[in-house]
Protein backbone atom coordinates (compact mmCIF):
# COMPACT_ATOMS: atom_id res chain seq x y z
CA UNK A 1 0.00 0.00 0.00
CA UNK A 2 1.55 3.70 -1.21
CA UNK A 3 2.03 5.46 1.96
CA UNK A 4 1.28 8.50 0.47
CA UNK A 5 -1.35 7.91 -1.69
CA UNK A 6 -4.49 9.68 0.60
CA UNK A 7 -2.74 12.76 0.68
CA UNK A 8 -5.01 15.20 -0.24
CA UNK A 9 -4.55 18.08 -2.86
CA UNK A 10 -2.95 21.35 -1.84
CA UNK A 11 -5.69 24.08 -1.54
CA UNK A 12 -4.36 26.51 0.42
CA UNK A 13 -1.56 28.81 -0.70
CA UNK A 14 0.84 29.84 2.17
CA UNK A 15 1.18 33.29 2.47
CA UNK A 16 4.95 34.77 3.84
CA UNK A 17 5.65 38.43 4.76
CA UNK A 18 9.16 38.53 5.97
CA UNK A 19 11.19 35.22 6.45
CA UNK A 20 11.94 34.62 10.35
CA UNK A 21 11.44 30.71 11.29
CA UNK A 22 12.39 30.17 7.76
CA UNK A 23 14.86 32.82 6.60
CA UNK A 24 16.11 30.08 3.77
CA UNK A 25 12.72 29.69 1.95
CA UNK A 26 11.67 31.54 -0.74
CA UNK A 27 8.57 33.63 -0.97
CA UNK A 28 5.10 32.34 -1.37
CA UNK A 29 5.99 28.65 -0.74
CA UNK A 30 2.78 26.63 -1.46
CA UNK A 31 2.06 22.99 -0.24
CA UNK A 32 3.64 20.40 -2.71
CA UNK A 33 1.02 17.69 -3.66
CA UNK A 34 3.54 14.65 -4.01
CA UNK A 35 5.82 13.74 -1.26
CA UNK A 36 9.09 11.88 -1.31
CA UNK A 37 9.53 8.01 -0.37
CA UNK A 38 10.15 8.79 3.45
CA UNK A 39 10.01 5.13 4.73
CA UNK A 40 13.07 3.52 2.29
CA UNK A 41 15.90 2.18 4.21
CA UNK A 42 19.12 4.26 4.67
CA UNK A 43 21.62 5.05 1.29
CA UNK A 44 23.57 2.18 0.95
CA UNK A 45 27.73 2.69 1.39
CA UNK A 46 29.23 4.90 -1.30
CA UNK A 47 31.52 2.05 -3.37
CA UNK A 48 34.83 4.50 -2.69
CA UNK A 49 36.01 1.08 -0.05
CA UNK A 50 35.39 -1.50 -2.95
CA UNK A 51 36.75 0.26 -6.02
CA UNK A 52 39.82 0.23 -3.50
CA UNK A 53 39.34 -2.79 -2.74
CA UNK A 54 39.64 -4.25 -6.20
CA UNK A 55 42.68 -1.79 -7.04
CA UNK A 56 44.39 -3.40 -4.01
CA UNK A 57 43.92 -6.88 -5.22
CA UNK A 58 44.86 -6.25 -8.94
CA UNK A 59 48.21 -4.85 -7.54
CA UNK A 60 48.85 -7.78 -5.12
CA UNK A 61 47.11 -10.50 -6.45
CA UNK A 62 45.48 -11.80 -2.86
CA UNK A 63 42.45 -11.50 -0.82
CA UNK A 64 43.73 -11.66 2.31
CA UNK A 65 42.83 -8.25 3.42
CA UNK A 66 39.32 -7.75 2.50
CA UNK A 67 37.43 -5.15 4.18
CA UNK A 68 34.72 -5.75 6.71
CA UNK A 69 31.49 -4.50 5.84
CA UNK A 70 30.97 -1.18 7.42
CA UNK A 71 29.38 -1.62 10.63
CA UNK A 72 25.34 -2.73 9.10
CA UNK A 73 24.53 -4.91 11.40
CA UNK A 74 25.55 -2.71 13.99
CA UNK A 75 22.94 -0.55 12.01
CA UNK A 76 20.26 -3.38 11.95
CA UNK A 77 20.69 -4.50 15.51
CA UNK A 78 20.13 -0.65 16.91
CA UNK A 79 16.92 -0.21 14.99
CA UNK A 80 15.56 -3.87 16.34
CA UNK A 81 16.55 -2.92 19.84
CA UNK A 82 14.60 0.53 19.06
CA UNK A 83 11.75 -1.56 17.55
CA UNK A 84 11.58 -3.48 20.56
CA UNK A 85 12.01 -1.09 23.12
CA UNK A 86 8.54 0.66 21.45
CA UNK A 87 7.06 -2.17 21.43
CA UNK A 88 7.29 -3.08 24.97
CA UNK A 89 6.79 0.28 26.32
CA UNK A 90 3.30 -0.24 25.17
CA UNK A 91 2.62 -3.09 25.67
CA UNK A 92 3.08 -2.70 29.24
CA UNK A 93 1.13 0.80 28.94
CA UNK A 94 -2.02 -1.01 28.10
CA UNK A 95 -1.31 -3.89 30.54
CA UNK A 96 -1.38 -0.91 33.30
CA UNK A 97 -4.71 0.62 32.30
CA UNK A 98 -6.33 -3.18 31.68
CA UNK A 99 -5.03 -4.26 35.36
CA UNK A 100 -6.33 -0.34 36.48
CA UNK A 101 -9.72 -1.11 35.00
CA UNK A 102 -9.50 -4.74 36.45
CA UNK A 103 -8.81 -3.92 40.06
CA UNK A 104 -11.75 -0.94 40.04
CA UNK A 105 -14.26 -3.57 38.56
CA UNK A 106 -13.38 -6.06 41.28
CA UNK A 107 -13.82 -3.50 43.80
CA UNK A 108 -17.68 -2.91 42.41
CA UNK A 109 -20.17 -4.49 43.87
CA UNK A 110 -22.46 -6.46 41.61
CA UNK A 111 -24.55 -4.44 38.90
CA UNK A 112 -23.27 -0.88 40.33
CA UNK A 113 -20.57 0.96 38.37
CA UNK A 114 -17.43 1.72 40.13
CA UNK A 115 -15.94 5.18 40.49
CA UNK A 116 -14.84 6.60 43.40
CA UNK A 117 -14.24 10.31 43.46
CA UNK A 118 -10.93 11.40 42.65
CA UNK A 119 -10.54 7.66 41.12
CA UNK A 120 -10.48 7.49 37.33
CA UNK A 121 -12.40 4.05 36.44
CA UNK A 122 -10.41 3.07 33.02
CA UNK A 123 -13.14 1.59 31.35
CA UNK A 124 -11.90 3.60 27.74
CA UNK A 125 -8.95 3.27 25.76
CA UNK A 126 -6.72 6.06 23.82
CA UNK A 127 -5.04 6.20 20.90
CA UNK A 128 -1.11 7.03 21.13
CA UNK A 129 1.98 8.28 18.98
CA UNK A 130 5.34 8.09 20.13
CA UNK A 131 8.15 10.38 18.37
CA UNK A 132 11.64 9.19 19.28
CA UNK A 133 14.88 10.78 18.40
CA UNK A 134 17.59 8.74 17.90
CA UNK A 135 21.23 10.21 16.32
CA UNK A 136 19.98 12.10 12.75
CA UNK A 137 16.72 9.18 12.49
CA UNK A 138 13.56 9.58 14.03
CA UNK A 139 11.56 6.52 15.47
CA UNK A 140 7.55 6.80 15.23
CA UNK A 141 5.54 4.47 17.02
CA UNK A 142 1.65 4.59 16.49
CA UNK A 143 -1.65 3.29 17.18
CA UNK A 144 -5.37 4.45 16.59
CA UNK A 145 -5.91 7.70 14.85
CA UNK A 146 -4.07 9.96 15.82
CA UNK A 147 -0.98 11.32 13.44
CA UNK A 148 2.24 12.85 13.38
CA UNK A 149 3.18 15.18 10.32
CA UNK A 150 6.26 16.83 9.55
CA UNK A 151 6.80 19.77 7.77
CA UNK A 152 9.57 19.62 5.10
CA UNK A 153 10.25 22.30 2.60
CA UNK A 154 11.27 20.79 -0.85
CA UNK A 155 14.29 22.73 -2.65
CA UNK A 156 13.24 21.29 -6.23
CA UNK A 157 9.69 23.27 -5.82
CA UNK A 158 10.16 25.68 -3.62
CA UNK A 159 6.92 24.64 -1.12
CA UNK A 160 6.45 23.47 2.11
CA UNK A 161 5.08 19.57 2.11
CA UNK A 162 3.13 18.28 4.89
CA UNK A 163 4.61 14.43 5.13
CA UNK A 164 2.75 11.56 7.32
CA UNK A 165 4.85 10.11 9.29
CA UNK A 166 2.33 7.22 10.38
CA UNK A 167 -0.66 5.19 9.39
CA UNK A 168 -4.32 5.24 11.22
CA UNK A 169 -5.62 1.89 12.11
CA UNK A 170 -9.56 1.92 11.40
CA UNK A 171 -11.46 -0.99 11.67
CA UNK A 172 -12.53 -0.97 7.71
CA UNK A 173 -9.30 -1.12 6.42
CA UNK A 174 -9.20 -4.38 5.40
CA UNK A 175 -5.74 -5.76 7.59
CA UNK A 176 -7.76 -4.39 10.43
CA UNK A 177 -11.19 -5.63 9.37
CA UNK A 178 -10.23 -9.41 8.75
CA UNK A 179 -8.16 -9.61 12.25
CA UNK A 180 -11.36 -8.54 14.16
CA UNK A 181 -13.86 -10.60 12.41
CA UNK A 182 -11.67 -13.90 13.26
CA UNK A 183 -11.40 -12.78 16.82
CA UNK A 184 -15.46 -13.00 16.61
CA UNK A 185 -16.23 -9.32 16.38
CA UNK A 186 -17.44 -7.71 13.85
CA UNK A 187 -17.52 -4.08 11.88
CA UNK A 188 -20.58 -1.80 11.82
CA UNK A 189 -20.86 1.92 10.32
CA UNK A 190 -17.07 1.84 10.17
CA UNK A 191 -16.89 1.16 14.11
CA UNK A 192 -15.83 -2.15 16.15
CA UNK A 193 -19.04 -3.57 17.49
CA UNK A 194 -20.78 -0.55 15.95
CA UNK A 195 -19.18 1.48 18.79
CA UNK A 196 -15.15 1.56 19.08
CA UNK A 197 -13.90 3.91 16.16
CA UNK A 198 -10.60 2.82 16.12
CA UNK A 199 -8.93 -1.24 15.62
CA UNK A 200 -5.86 -0.77 17.80
CA UNK A 201 -5.63 0.95 21.13
CA UNK A 202 -4.50 1.19 24.92
CA UNK A 203 -6.98 0.15 27.52
CA UNK A 204 -10.43 -0.64 25.90
CA UNK A 205 -10.99 -3.90 27.83
CA UNK A 206 -14.13 -4.88 26.54
CA UNK A 207 -12.82 -5.01 22.88
CA UNK A 208 -9.78 -7.06 23.11
CA UNK A 209 -11.94 -9.93 22.67
CA UNK A 210 -12.95 -8.61 19.59
CA UNK A 211 -9.69 -8.11 17.43
CA UNK A 212 -8.57 -4.52 19.21
CA UNK A 213 -4.70 -4.83 19.85
CA UNK A 214 -2.23 -2.44 21.96
CA UNK A 215 0.13 -3.50 18.84
CA UNK A 216 1.99 -0.10 17.18
CA UNK A 217 3.48 0.83 13.66
CA UNK A 218 6.55 1.36 13.97
CA UNK A 219 8.58 3.59 11.21
CA UNK A 220 12.02 5.25 10.85
CA UNK A 221 12.39 8.31 8.74
CA UNK A 222 15.69 9.81 8.21
CA UNK A 223 15.38 13.90 9.23
CA UNK A 224 16.99 16.03 6.82
CA UNK A 225 18.11 20.14 6.61
CA UNK A 226 15.00 21.02 5.09
CA UNK A 227 12.80 19.68 8.16
CA UNK A 228 11.16 22.22 10.41
CA UNK A 229 8.68 20.83 13.03
CA UNK A 230 6.80 17.82 13.63
CA UNK A 231 3.07 17.89 14.32
CA UNK A 232 1.51 15.61 16.67
CA UNK A 233 -2.23 15.39 17.09
CA UNK A 234 -5.45 13.47 17.89
CA UNK A 235 -8.43 13.03 15.31
CA UNK A 236 -10.47 16.04 16.87
CA UNK A 237 -7.95 18.55 14.83
CA UNK A 238 -8.24 16.41 11.56
CA UNK A 239 -11.50 16.32 11.31
CA UNK A 240 -11.97 20.09 10.51
CA UNK A 241 -8.13 20.63 9.21
CA UNK A 242 -6.32 18.68 6.49
CA UNK A 243 -2.43 18.46 6.93
CA UNK A 244 -1.84 20.70 4.47
CA UNK A 245 -3.92 23.93 6.16
CA UNK A 246 -2.50 23.00 9.60
CA UNK A 247 0.97 23.23 8.54
CA UNK A 248 0.12 26.66 6.76
CA UNK A 249 -1.72 28.21 9.84
CA UNK A 250 1.30 26.85 12.42
CA UNK A 251 3.98 28.45 10.12
CA UNK A 252 2.13 31.50 9.85
CA UNK A 253 2.34 32.08 14.10
CA UNK A 254 5.95 30.63 14.02
CA UNK A 255 6.85 33.71 11.79
CA UNK A 256 4.64 36.22 13.81
CA UNK A 257 7.21 38.96 14.83
CA UNK A 258 4.96 40.61 17.04
CA UNK A 259 5.19 37.17 19.77
CA UNK A 260 8.20 38.27 21.41
CA UNK A 261 9.96 36.37 24.27
CA UNK A 262 8.92 36.42 27.84
CA UNK A 263 10.72 36.10 31.15
CA UNK A 264 11.61 32.51 31.42
CA UNK A 265 10.73 31.82 27.68
CA UNK A 266 12.46 32.23 24.70
CA UNK A 267 11.39 34.01 21.40
CA UNK A 268 10.71 30.20 19.75
CA UNK A 269 8.73 28.85 22.86
CA UNK A 270 6.37 31.64 23.13
CA UNK A 271 5.55 31.12 18.92
CA UNK A 272 5.31 27.32 19.75
CA UNK A 273 2.90 27.45 22.51
CA UNK A 274 0.81 29.89 20.89
CA UNK A 275 0.90 27.99 17.59
CA UNK A 276 -0.51 25.01 19.74
CA UNK A 277 -3.15 27.23 21.26
CA UNK A 278 -4.23 28.92 18.20
CA UNK A 279 -4.72 25.90 16.46
CA UNK A 280 -6.79 23.84 18.86
CA UNK A 281 -9.11 26.53 19.55
CA UNK A 282 -9.11 27.45 15.77
CA UNK A 283 -10.10 23.83 15.30
CA UNK A 284 -13.08 23.72 18.44
CA UNK A 285 -14.27 27.16 16.44
CA UNK A 286 -14.77 25.25 12.78
CA UNK A 287 -17.23 22.44 15.22
CA UNK A 288 -14.39 19.68 16.16
CA UNK A 289 -16.57 18.16 18.96
CA UNK A 290 -13.73 15.66 19.61
CA UNK A 291 -10.80 15.99 21.92
CA UNK A 292 -8.05 18.06 20.08
CA UNK A 293 -4.61 17.84 21.80
CA UNK A 294 -1.77 19.11 19.92
CA UNK A 295 1.93 19.05 20.43
CA UNK A 296 4.50 21.08 18.18
CA UNK A 297 8.51 19.66 18.25
CA UNK A 298 11.02 21.80 16.45
CA UNK A 299 13.10 20.65 14.57
CA UNK A 300 17.02 22.18 15.16
CA UNK A 301 19.67 21.57 12.86
Known amino acids: MDLFEDLPDPGVVAQKSKPLLFDDLPRNPDVASSVPDLFGELPETQNDLKAEKRKWLNQNGSKDHEEKKPCKGDVSNTEKSIKKCLLTTFKQTDEGFLKQASSQDGDAPSGTHNQSPGKPAWKDGTTATCVLLVDKDIYVANLGDSRAILCRFNETSGKLTSVPLVKEHNPTQYEERMRIQKAGGTVRDGRV ?26 RRCPLTSNDRFILLACDGLFKVFCPEEAIIFVTAILEDETLLAKTGKTSQDVRFQAACNRLANEAVRRGSADNVTIILVAIEH
Do not use: F
Not at 201 to 207: A, F, L, V
Open 193 to 218: MGVLEVSRSIGDGQYKRCGVISVPDV
